[in-house]
């Protein structure tokens, strides 16, 4: 069970962790986390460690991504750091 759960859009600017899951996730350039995250899109800036499942997924070049990825749509801009197994769903 997630630790935040919203049919909402969310924003996340500091250090998180445990598991979130919403409509739109954005990870800003100083936010973090270490969890899961679940979404229809999630959009990284920041730093994530964990799982990261969205229908679509946008890296973005100051973003630092570990752990793994499931995704039907994944762009990745280029200065983005990713050491990630990449899943597409379909």
Known sequence: MPTSDTKNDMK?????AGDIAGRTITVSK?????????ADTVVISGAVSGLVEASKI????????TGELR????????????EARCTPSS
Do not use: Q
């Not at 986390?33 to 679940?38: A, E, I, T, Y």
């Not at 995704?71 to 990713?82: H, Q």
């Open 58 to 65: 946008e890296v973005l070049s100051t973003a630092y991504v």
């Open 30 to 38: 100083r936010g973090s986390v270490n969890g899961s995250l679940g």
């Open 71 to 82: 995704y039907d749509r994944l762009s990745v801009n280029p200065g983005a750091y990713m």
């Open 12 to 16: 996340i600017t500091g250090n998180v």
